[in-house]
């Protein structure tokens, strides 16, 4: 195929609300050494665009202005030194920026397979909550089978994922979700206990849930008034992480409840990880999970899609809190709109 040299994209000339999102047209970008060029067909939804978005969200030193952080599509060019990938292969990618367009470039090693029979709609809401999902539990909490993890926003993209992870992983998982139908739509997916978080303090129920001896993990988001709570829902040497700080990054830690309670307290951030890292990630993933997706254990959480043009509703959806699983923005064939010369 003939590949454009410009196409749509979703780059925002500056932050601001859901409007500011319209398509424009950018230069095809070049695949360097070791990535290969995408053709999307579609494109992950995920808070940190919405966050970048709003100019809340600093973009890593030579990522892409324009926003997205995974892509699924296929390939369609291959920079200097790639092997084990050939064109038109179906790929899902992890990203630093750029996947809300016709193309993207990406890292090889950030590159996964389409489970078989997966839409590209499905397998892009993938590679942002997975990556992150086994990074923080597998290989900073160092998750074991049988103990019991803890997880606000049970129904967001990072709390199905999480779910699921514990499905398959052997361990019993708490989520907080905001009313009771998405407590029943958790449980649905498999969580062991799903939580209201406007009936009161969560902390007690947890202790309660788990006799007295609190979880042994906590995966958070929300930060702010959360965190005392969850330290209280934590057993004696339990692990806090946190990948997100919805309600407040500023933090009050009484240090001797700490100590007493043996308490690990860390967290991390997927985006700024150097390519070697998330294709360690990527490797364990295409080991430990994607097989799961090829033989129907695991399935992707799609709520909903959106065209390109229309990822300002996509963004108003996230911002409400009015779905389930993932979004994603589908992208018609690509627009020839200057072609290359040959």
């Not at 999902?133 to 990072?158: K, P, R, Y």
């Not at 933090?251 to 967290?267: N, P, Y």
């Amino acid at each position: 195929m003939t590949i454009p040299s410009h196409m749509r994209a979703i780059d925002p000339a500056q932050p601001g609300g859901p409007d500011v999102l319209v398509v424009s047209e950018r230069p095809v970008p070049e695949p360097g050494a070791g990535e290969v060029l995408i053709r999307v067909h579609a494109a992950g939804v995920n808070r940190p665009d919405v966050l970048q978005r709003m100019g809340r969200y600093p973009i890593p030193e030579g990522a892409s202005t324009i926003l997205g952080l995974e892509a699924a599509g296929e390939v369609v060019a291959l920079g200097e030194g790639v092997e084990g990938f050939a064109i038109g292969d179906p790929v899902t990618a992890l990203v630093a920026g750029g996947a809300y367009a016709d193309y993207v470039a990406a890292p090889t090693g950030q590159c996964l397979p389409v489970p078989p029979g997966m839409r590209f709609a499905e397998a892009a809401t993938l590679p942002e909550t997975w990556f992150t999902v086994w990074a923080n539990l597998t290989d900073l909490a160092q998750a074991q089978e049988g103990e019991w993890l803890l997880v606000h926003g049970g129904t967001s993209g990072i709390g199905t994922t999480a779910i699921d992870y514990a499905r398959v992983r052997g361990l019993k998982i708490i989520v907080t979700s905001g009313t009771d139908a998405k407590c029943r739509a958790a449980l649905d997916l498999g969580a062991d206990h799903a939580i209201n978080y406007n009936d009161g303090d969560f902390a007690p129920i947890v202790r309660d849930l788990t006799d007295g001896r609190g979880v042994d993990i906590v995966l958070d988001m929300v930060g702010g008034e959360y965190f005392p709570r969850n330290l209280a829902s934590l057993r004696d040497g339990g692990r806090h992480v946190s990948i997100a700080f919805l309600k407040g990054n500023r933090l009050e830690l009484d240090v001797a409840f700490l100590m007493r309670k043996r308490l690990h307290v860390t967290g991390s951030l997927l985006r700024p990880r150097d390519v070697a890292e998330k294709s360690a990630i990527a490797e364990a993933l295409k080991r430990e999970i994607w097989p799961l997706f090829a033989d129907g254990t695991l399935k992707s959480h799609l709520f909903r899609e959106f065209p390109l043009e229309q990822a300002d509703d996509a963004h108003r959806l996230m911002e409400s809190g009015g779905h389930v699983g993932k979004i994603a923005l589908t992208l018609t064939a690509a627009n020839p709109l200057t072609p290359a010369t040959a």
